[in-house]
């Protein structure tokens, strides 16, 4: 069974920087893709940051430019560094490994304050 554990989040206020880590226990190139989602209070968990094996990454229109996916693959972890924090920013974030299925982790809070 994968672990996915994720850390790093927190209470920052607008304007200001995080950023979460993804431990995984398996090597992450046996995935597909890892992938960062969020969800807020009463919202859907949405997509934030996807990179695939090949290092190739996208984002949701709302953190592009703000946000960056990146991975340490001699630790098995996965990063997202996000800048210009905003308060719509607020959420739980969950990091996933994709293959047929996605093995998530427990996820972390990030509160943004204005």
């Known amino acids: 069974q994968v672990h996915v554990v994720e850390s790093g989040g927190g209470l920052v206020q607008a304007g200001g920087s995080l950023t979460l880590s993804c431990a995984v226990s398996e090597s992450i190139f046996t995935f597909n893709a890892m992938e960062w989602y969020r969800q807020a209070p009463g919202k859907q968990r949405e997509l934030v940051a996807h990179m695939t094996r090949g290092a190739v990454t996208n984002y949701a229109d709302s953190v592009k430019g703000r946000f960056t996916i990146s991975r340490d693959n001699a630790k098995n972890t996965v990063y997202l560094q996000m800048n210009s924090l905003k308060p719509e920013d607020t959420a739980v974030y969950y990091c996933?490994?994709?293959?047929?299925?996605?093995?998530w982790g427990q996820g972390t809070q990030v509160t943004v304050s204005s």
């Open positions: 996933a490994g994709v293959r047929s299925y996605l093995s």
